[in-house]
């Protein structure tokens, strides 16, 4: 008899779970009562929170003993607060975020690129381990609730210093090579320190800028890392700088594009257009007339106060120190 399970939140990520957990024998039901198990996967914090804790959420409708399962990059407290609900509720709650390994790669969510960190009680875990084996090629416990989430952030904080430094250096070098011509036409760009680094440059360099992996969920995962030092009353400079720097490339419409595209911020306004991206609108969105990265004015967005724009419903946009 086939088992069900309920999905809310990101499609890519929904199709991805359905394929996958088909082969355990689920079927995918929209009724969450009658779900064994239930998955989310969400790009805004306030979907999240939405998701299980409204009137008509996943925490009303479960039923009890339903096995709870968070892939969405969030923070400890609100790990911690999930599963101190689902406690209480009846429900088990594991928190398992998912790590994409190459997030150049047009099909990440292949599950040899795929991590899953696992979080929560030895039974709960036990329960989840089939249908996170399933999903991602490699599950890596941490221990209690909240941990996962905090290796999440971590692994977050570090990725995105690797990527923004790499298309920094990459733009340093290709800028320098047009404009001193003694360099030449045969020199090569810059090398990469880090495999991740290597990966968005080998993007960049064949002009690959879209996948299933994409920069609004980059920003996610970094809002999330943020929100979490937030919660303990921390700054961290590089990462909010790196949050502008991504929150200027979904204003002028690359939410959608893979992370390499975060290239295109440092290129010519004629190569954005070609991929969709228009700067106008960062006109409209921060009051200036911007042509390319060198007019953006970070002087107006410094402060500790990653609240994203209007019309991006990441973490970030509920996230202010």
């Known amino acids: 008899m086939a088992k069900a399970f309920a999905y809310v939140g990101n499609e890519t990520v929904g199709s991805m779970v359905e394929e996958r957990l088909g082969a355990l024998g689920y079927v995918r039901t929209g009724d969450v009562g009658s779900a064994s198990a239930v998955l989310s996967y969400c790009t805004s914090q306030t979907a999240l929170e939405?998701?299980?804790?409204?009137?008509?959420?996943?925490?009303q409708a479960a039923r009890k003993g339903t096995l709870l399962i968070d892939l969405s990059p969030s923070t400890p407290s609100f790990a911690r607060e999930l599963n101190a609900v689902a406690v209480v509720s009846d429900l088990v709650s594991v928190e398992a975020p998912l790590v994409v390994v190459d997030i150049a790669r047009a099909d990440a969510f292949d599950r040899g690129n795929l991590v899953c960190l696992a979080a929560g009680d030895e039974d709960a875990l036990e329960s989840a381990r089939p249908v996170l084996e399933a999903l991602a090629g490699e599950v890596q416990d941490t221990g209690g609730s909240g941990s996962a989430q905090l290796a999440r952030a971590a692994y977050t904080l570090q990725a995105t210093a690797q990527v923004a430094s790499a298309v920094?250096?990459?733009a340093l070098y290709r800028a320098v090579r047009r404009s001193a011509s003694a360099f030449?036409?045969?020199?090569?760009?810059v090398g990469a320190a880090t495999p991740t680094a290597e990966r968005v440059l080998d993007a960049v360099k064949g002009g690959r800028f879209d996948g299933d992996y994409t920069v609004e969920m980059f920003m996610a995962e970094l809002s999330a890392a943020l929100t979490a030092a937030d919660d303990v009353d921390l700054i961290l400079p590089q990462a909010e700088a790196c949050l502008h720097l991504l929150e200027l490339l979904a204003v002028i419409g690359g939410s959608d594009k893979?992370?390499?595209?975060?290239?295109?911020?440092?290129?010519?306004?004629?190569?954005?257009?070609?991929?969709?991206l228009d700067w106008t609108r960062a006109e409209e969105a921060y009051g200036e007339a911007d042509e390319g990265f060198?007019?953006?004015d970070f002087d107006e967005h410094d402060g500790h106060d990653h609240g994203g724009y209007s019309d991006y419903p990441g973490y970030g946009a509920y996230s202010v120190n």
Not at 50 to 59: I, N, Q, R, S, W
Not at 184 to 189: A, I, P, T
Not at 267 to 276: R, S
């Open 168 to 170: 920094e250096a990459d």
């Open 258 to 276: 893979a992370p390499s595209a975060l290239a295109l911020v440092y290129g010519e306004e004629a190569v954005c257009a070609e991929q969709g």
């Open 294 to 296: 060198d007019d953006y």
């Open 50 to 59: 939405d998701a299980y804790f409204d009137e008509d959420g996943l925490v």
């Open 184 to 189: 030449g036409q045969d020199v090569e760009r």
